[in-house]
Antibody
Framework: EVQVVQSGAEVKKSGESLKISCKGF????????ITWVRQMPGKGLEWMGR????????NYSPSFQGHVTMSVDKSINTAYLQWSSLKASDTAMYYC?????????????WGQGTMVTVSS | DFQMTQSPSTLSASVGDRVTITCRAS??????LAWYQQKPGKAPKLLIY???DLESGVPSRFSGSGSGTEFTLTISSLQPDDFATYYC?????????FGQGTKVEVK
């Protein structure tokens, strides 16, 4: 079965660092870009950026540039989203999603989400 | 930066109703548009891509139309499982911008 599986919920304090993961199963991991999406409590979906697992090329939404870092380890089919210094405003559900290969690139396979809670 | 504006923000409807949600792009995006459904506590689910192509396994009561800057998602006959929040998303150039969402609730 094609799926992406995310790491579990995290509870952190302001100023701490964090790295969450997204592992692909059942497909060629390097053939599909991975994107990250934030959903703050009770709010809508926000696109954060995307990474190409083949060469680690990234592009970020201006809203998130400099606040998070995306990376991959293609040897273990895993993408990462990390923060060096968390803020209370980073409290949210974070989804990774696979982007379809081809001309049209919607998010076709979604992870289950990782809830990040940051206390001040 | 692209802006995607959905209307309405909330829609009250009954089972069997025909429902239409509109999405407007701040710049022309050809047909680089997708629609997603999200239920509480769940990840979004892809319904439509390329503005009008139905994702495999999605019921045929869902349809999409439009190009350029104006797009619609239509549910021909609303079913109990369709009460959810719907998002449009453009994927022109190297950005993937979501609309703010439309919640379809029970009338």
């Amino acid at each position: 079965e094609v799926q992406v599986v995310q790491s579990g919920a995290e509870v952190k304090k302001s100023g701490e660092s964090l790295k969450i993961s997204c592992k692909g199963f059942g497909y060629s991991f390097t053939s599909h870009w991975i994107t990250w999406v934030r959903q703050m409590p009770g709010k809508g979906l926000e696109w954060m950026g995307r990474i190409d697992p083949e060469d680690s090329y990234t592009n970020y939404s201006p809203s998130f540039q400099g606040h998070v870092t995306m990376s991959v380890d293609k040897s273990i089919n895993t993408a990462y989203l990390q923060w060096s210094s968390l803020k209370a405003s980073d409290t949210a559900m974070y989804y990774c999603a696979r982007l379809r290969f081809g001309v049209h690139k919607p998010c076709d396979i979604w992870g289950q989400g990782t809830m990040v809670t940051v206390s001040s | 930066d692209f802006q995607m504006t959905q209307s309405p923000s909330t829609l009250s409807a009954s089972v069997g109703d025909r429902v239409t949600i509109t999405c407007r792009a701040s710049q022309t995006i050809s047909t680089w548009l997708a629609w997603y459904q999200q239920k509480p506590g769940k990840a979004p689910k892809l319904l439509i891509y390329a503005a009008s192509d139905l994702e495999s396994g999605v019921p045929s009561r869902f349809s999409g139309s439009g190009s350029g800057t104006e797009f619609t998602l239509t549910i021909s006959s609303l079913q109990p499982d369709d009460f959810a929040t719907y998002y449009c998303q453009q994927y022109n150039t190297y950005s993937w911008t979501f609309g703010q969402g439309t919640k379809v609730e029970v009338k």
